[in-house]
């Protein structure tokens, strides 16, 4: 009867650890999978728009910044039309592009964030978007009064986010992995 008993609680003991270490794996292959589309889908895109944005910001400032090496929105004396009608080439056919391409990640994956709440500064990108896309809309039409988002664009912040959401997740992602960071 003590055998009979032995052997029921070490079969049953054995289930129970089979069954807790296949639901320990299943797990682990989830937040692998959902790690592995946060990366894809949402911080990978978005650091590379970010980063691409900043590149292209700075030699357009290198290839149109005043004698003084100063953005001729930041200038004493206001933009030129030469310079303004520059500004709206880049704006229209670079830089809307990319800031477009950033608030649509943020509109489509807004399920792949890490935060549980949307980030202000997300926001704030939206915003911009939709500010710049209202004053090149007036410039279609002739209108050339305004050259700025009414919104600011949070670059740094965005820049900064990007970087540390993807870095975060190449690391949680290399423990999911089984891999030891190098030292």
């Given at each position: 009867?003590?055998?009979?008993?032995?052997?029921?609680?070490?079969?049953?003991?054995?289930?129970?650890?089979?069954?807790?270490?296949?639901?320990?794996l299943?797990?682990?292959?989830?937040?692998?999978?959902?790690?592995?589309r946060?990366?894809?889908?949402?911080?990978?895109?978005?650091?590379?728009?970010?980063?691409?944005?900043?590149?292209?910001?700075?030699a357009?400032?290198?290839h149109?910044?005043?004698p003084d090496?100063?953005?001729?929105?930041?200038?004493?004396?206001?933009?030129?039309?030469?310079?303004?009608?520059?500004?709206?080439?880049w704006?229209?056919?670079?830089?809307l592009?990319?800031?477009?391409?950033?608030?649509?990640?943020?509109?489509a994956?807004?399920?792949l964030?890490?935060?549980?709440?949307?980030?202000p500064?997300?926001l704030?990108?939206?915003?911009?978007?939709?500010?710049?896309e209202?004053t090149?809309?007036?410039w279609?039409?002739?209108?050339h009064?305004?050259?700025?988002?009414?919104?600011?664009?949070?670059?740094?912040e965005?820049?900064?986010?990007?970087?540390?959401?993807?870095?975060?997740?190449?690391?949680?992602?290399?423990?999911?992995l089984?891999?030891?960071?190098?030292?």
């Open positions: 009867m003590i055998t009979l008993a032995v052997t029921v609680g070490l079969a049953f003991a054995g289930y129970a650890l089979t069954y807790l270490n296949g639901l320990r299943s797990q682990r292959q989830e937040r692998l999978a959902r790690v592995n946060q990366l894809g889908d949402f911080y990978g895109p978005l650091l590379a728009l970010t980063e691409a944005n900043s590149r292209i910001f700075a357009f400032l290198e149109n910044a005043r090496g100063r953005s001729p929105f930041v200038h004493e004396t206001p933009p030129t039309e030469e310079e303004l009608a520059e500004w709206r080439l704006v229209t056919s670079v830089f592009p990319n800031i477009r391409a950033m608030r649509d990640l943020v509109l994956h807004a399920d964030l890490s935060e549980p709440v949307m980030p500064l997300l704030q990108l939206c915003a911009h978007v939709s500010g710049y209202i090149a809309a007036r279609s039409r002739g209108n009064e305004q050259h700025l988002s009414v919104v600011p664009f949070p670059s740094q965005i820049a900064v986010y990007a970087r540390r959401g993807f870095a975060e997740l190449k690391k949680e992602q290399a423990r999911l089984g891999r030891r960071r190098a030292r």
